[in-house]
């Protein structure tokens, strides 16, 4: 049997590197999720604190059934963390922003203290290092005790759900086969399988239990139109079970026509967002991921690209069921690292098998602007051949992109590694006129008719504090964001080759090196202030632009 206790209150934390021998009264009282940085993260400047915390909760001896396993459950420790339990250091995960296990069976006593530093500082080797948005650190996203049985699914594979279900659709989309998979761990003779209601059984051999169900007919998870979710369940005689959502729908990435779901047309048109809030930092609640959805959703959006890591679980979850198309992405940003790149490969492993379930993700997204701090050099390049190669070998049904930065040669060898590329372009804000990026998009084609390219990034600095009657570029008004965003609109609606859009951002976020625009450690791109409490002008656009009408009438003056 499969408990799950949360372990998110009765904490202490203080910005030490010393590992306590008894929980520190002294130390400050925290509840998880949370984040030494959220004010400091958003402030920018010289006050901005990076370096090693610790945590520390004492806890009683679980119940465990004879032969049973304890294990704790990180889902975010920002950005490597180490784990101790009774003084006995049992852990060491570097990234930031996935979920890893450690089984704590062997060294539990009646009580317990469980002790675990983060550290967000910087180093060579764990990625994101330089990049224009703030390295939050903490237990920024909750802990959980889970005891089970002593054959229990796998809980300490790359912190996988212990269970796959990737479906295949027939070629008229009538019918799907879904081939179940599952991991135990501990003897066991077979796996229950169950979806909606029907039953299959599965030998467990060396470890793994597989099964192929039919659904005929199949409904679809067909976007914003119908997100139809199926849930498949595993039960082991143990009396252990885990469960997944899936959703059954093709993709296709045109390079003359765009992007196609189940077999039609389906232009992609939405924003990127960041994870964090003002007041909060990254230390979120699920309250708070569904209420940057709904807005994602006020729009008329039907894609969000998840920058610059892997988001939160609950937020993958809103995107299946909201129908959104997701672009999800490892923090491999900005400036290469030699030493790295074991890193940005475990933590795509993590991205990929934590995540192959969600139908919303269409792409795996190798790097962002990697050539803004250097040159596509050999060792760049080997780095994202191996990405590429491990991402088809954990998942042969979706592609991998790329978002490259706008200063990129179109003739890069980078450009031919990923499946699918996208380009970064601000003309208009940082460089240039509006008019080139309709010219830059024009001659890429041109040149290139059968690579398929999207737009990955574009937008302009608001602040609402500054409105003018002449807007003009690189005055931070909401007004020239508004005159930016109804050119790109146009621009994007010409060029209906692009398989996916994202604007610059839908919400302000921290970056804790920008000083402009009359805010500190703040980007100001968002259509919405990092509070989400002012949808600007360039908002009602978008919604204007893209929202349905007839359900979401509305006039914004």
Same mark, same amino acid.
């Given at each position: 049997?499969? =408990? ?94 996935? =979920? ?5 069976? %062997? ?11 983060? %550290? ?64 135990? +761990? ?104 569904? +209420? %940057? ?142 008019? !080139? ?29 500054? !409105? ?10 909401? !007004? ?20 996916? =859009? ?5 919400? %302000? ?49």
């Amino acid at each position: 049997m499969r =408990t799950i206790t949360d372990f998110c209150t009765g904490w202490r934390f203080a910005k030490t590197a010393s590992v306590p021998a008894a929980l520190p009264e002294s130390w400050e009282a925290v509840t998880l999720p949370h984040t030494g940085n959220a004010v400091d993260g958003q402030d920018g400047g010289n006050d901005y604190w990076r370096g090693t915390a610790m945590y520390a909760k004492a806890f009683a001896r679980p119940a465990l059934e004879e032969n049973g396993c304890a294990v704790l459950e990180f889902l975010g420790a920002a950005m490597t963390a180490k784990v101790w339990v009774n003084g006995k250091k049992l852990a060491h995960h570097e990234g930031g922003f996935s =979920t890893f296990r450690v089984d704590i069976t %062997d060294v539990l006593a009646e009580e317990n203290l469980l002790c675990v530093s983060v %550290d967000n500082g910087e180093n060579d080797r764990v990625y994101p290092q330089k990049a224009d948005f703030t390295f939050y650190g903490g237990l920024y996203r909750g802990v959980n005790l889970i005891t089970v049985s002593a054959a229990h699914f796998a809980l300490l594979q790359n912190g996988t759900p212990g269970i796959h279900a990737p479906p295949k659709l027939s070629e008229d989309l009538h019918s799907a086969e879904v081939t179940v998979e599952a991991w135990v +761990e501990g003897s066991a003779r077979n796996v229950k399988f169950s979806i909606n209601g029907k039953t299959q059984d599965a030998a467990v051999m060396d470890g793994h239990a597989q099964t192929v169900f039919r659904l005929d007919p199949v409904h679809l998870w067909d976007g914003v139109d119908d997100p139809y979710l199926y849930t498949v369940l595993a039960q082991l005689e143990s009396g252990d079970e885990v469960s997944a959502r899936f959703g059954c729908r093709t993709i296709r990435m045109d390079p003359g026509q765009g992007f196609f779901l189940n077999g039609r047309s389906y232009p992609l048109r939405g924003a990127a967002r960041h994870q964090d809030r003002a007041g909060l930092g990254n230390a979120l609640t699920r309250k708070e991921h569904q +209420e %940057d959805i709904e807005m994602i959703k006020e729009i008329g959006a039907n894609t969000v690209r998840l920058a610059h890591y892997q988001h939160a679980q609950e937020f993958y979850d809103l995107c299946d069921e909201a129908g959104l198309i997701v672009w999800a992405e490892i923090p491999y940003i900005t400036q290469h690292m030699p030493n790295g790149r074991a890193n940005t490969l475990s933590q795509m492993c993590e991205l990929i098998t934590q995540c192959y379930n969600h139908p919303s993700i269409v792409c795996w997204g190798l790097s962002n602007e990697i050539t803004a701090s250097g040159t596509a050099d050999e060792d760049l390049l080997e780095n994202h051949r191996q990405l590429n190669a491990l991402c088809h070998e954990l998942d042969a049904t979706r592609p991998t992109t790329m978002a490259y930065v706008f200063m990129l040669e179109t003739d890069s060898p980078l450009i031919d590694i990923a499946d699918v590329g996208s380009y970064n372009l601000y003309f208009g804000w940082y460089i240039g006129e509006l008019s !080139q990026n309709d010219s830059f998009f024009d001659a890429y084609h041109a040149k290139f008719p059968n690579c398929c390219f999207g737009f990955s990034e574009y937008g302009a600095d608001a602040n609402p504090q500054f !409105q003018t009657n002449t807007p003009d570029k690189g005055d931070y008004t909401e !007004q020239y964001q508004c005159v930016y965003h109804e050119h790109l609109l146009q621009c994007i609606e010409q060029r209906p080759y692009l398989w996916a =859009t994202h604007l610059w951002n839908l919400f %302000d976020f921290a970056a804790d090196g920008r000083d402009e625009g009359g805010k500190n450690g703040v980007n100001q791109k968002g259509l919405v202030t990092m509070d989400r409490k002012l949808k600007k002008d360039a908002f009602y656009l978008y919604k204007a632009a893209w929202a349905d009408p007839v359900r979401a009438p509305f006039v914004h003056i």
